[in-house]
């Protein structure tokens, strides 16, 4: 997938995410080691000489926290890169499956060129469609994507009601950190795939292309009268071709978390929240949402 627009590194950063998450319970305990000096190097240090001077037995307590912590952080966002990757795979099939149809675009990237100004192109275009829309896994994806957006939304669920409840003190506890923490790993991940689910969309959805071949039909009949009757029929079966795609792609289940609404929806709903909870912390308010076109 090189030469791609949506690569990003999400194995490196699924990485430091792991060790961020896994590095929590330190960063917590350094920064309220003493409120008068705040989260610093000095406050590193003595949060630092404090596991140590600690005994032995919990010294390997806290090792084994964060061989466990970061081991499930790894497995979790292995999954997500997983589904990343299969994503940018349907992204590039489904950006030459655009360029098939257009010769400056098919030559540009290497790729066989044909036009649908007959019934049996139109049958080899309908029949490349719905090969490259079913290649990968897509049950498997789906889940990871639809359970990581439940987990995300309770964990928001519960940080959003501890605030209510608590208000700032609730900061003070370990448990809401890790929560925000969690949510906002899991968000990145979830805005991505579904940016990337969005633009897939769209492009196996382009009916701009079959209302432009359309209009080519057209003008290939004033020039080739001779071959009007098969023309027309070609164009014919373009606009029911054009009908059956919309009737197919409106029921697809799996298609639900990748619908353009749906995708919209979802990053005003991630953005909005993460305004919330920044606006919180920071004390200002953040309106993230409205970077969203």
Known sequence: SSGINAEWPLRPGGLFLSVFLSLLPFIFRAHYADKDIGF???AITTTLLGYLSEPLEHQVVHVVAFILNLSLSLCYFTLFTVAERTYSQRYMYAKYFNAVTTMRRARQYSLPHFRLRSIQNIKAWLSLRSLLRRVGPHRSVGVIITSSFLIMLTILTVVCFQFFRVGGDSLKVYFTWLAIAWSMSISIY???LFTLGN??????DNQSLLITEQINLFFFMQQSPQKKEQLMHA????????KLLKEIDSREISGFFLSPLMSQFLRVFLLSAFSGLASEILGFKLKLWKMIK
């Open 190 to 192: 979830l805005l991505r």
């Open 199 to 204: 633009d897939i969309q769209e492009r196996f």
């Open 235 to 242: 164009n014919q079966v373009l606009q029911l071709s054009s």
């Open 40 to 42: 610093n190097f000095e």
